[in-house]
Nanobody
Framework: QVQLVESGGGLVQPGGSLRLSCAAS??????????MRWYRQAPGKERELVAT????????NYAAAVKDRFTISRDNANNTVYLYMNSLKPEDTAVYSC?????????WGQGTQVTVSS
């Protein structure tokens, strides 16, 4: 079955950096049909799409709030997608989850908490 497992969250000071990982299994990760996305949800707020990466050409898209600070990448050899987060701000505090769609079904990881605080 499809599984997504996130890791790499934690507590970081404003201006710091983190790298999140999402290990995928149960589907052909490198197949051009699939994209991978990172979402986040802060307490009391709706879930927000942060970044997307496609397989077919590796193109990426970012939310305006994280553009130029976050970078999404994928390692097809290891079935892993990453989110590199730089210049972190307190407003980046949220649970970050990775997502993909396989045969029309949405799959989500369990999420990883990122807290930006001094």
């Amino acid at each position: 079955q499809v599984q997504l497992v996130e890791s790499g969250g934690g507590l970081v000071q404003p201006g710091g950096s983190l790298r999140l990982s999402c290990a995928a299994s149960g589907f052909a990760f490198s197949n051009s049909m699939y994209f991978m996305r990172w979402y986040r949800q802060a307490p009391g707020k709706e879930r927000e799409l942060v970044a997307t990466i496609t397989t077919i050409d590796g193109s990426t898209n970012y939310a305006a709030a994280v553009k130029d600070r976050f970078t999404i990448s994928r390692d097809n050899a290891n079935n892993t997608v990453y989110l590199y987060m730089n210049s972190l701000k307190p407003e980046d505090t949220a649970v970050y989850s990775c997502n993909t769609v396989v045969v029309g079904i949405d799959y989500w990881g369990q999420g990883t908490q990122v807290t930006v605080s001094s």
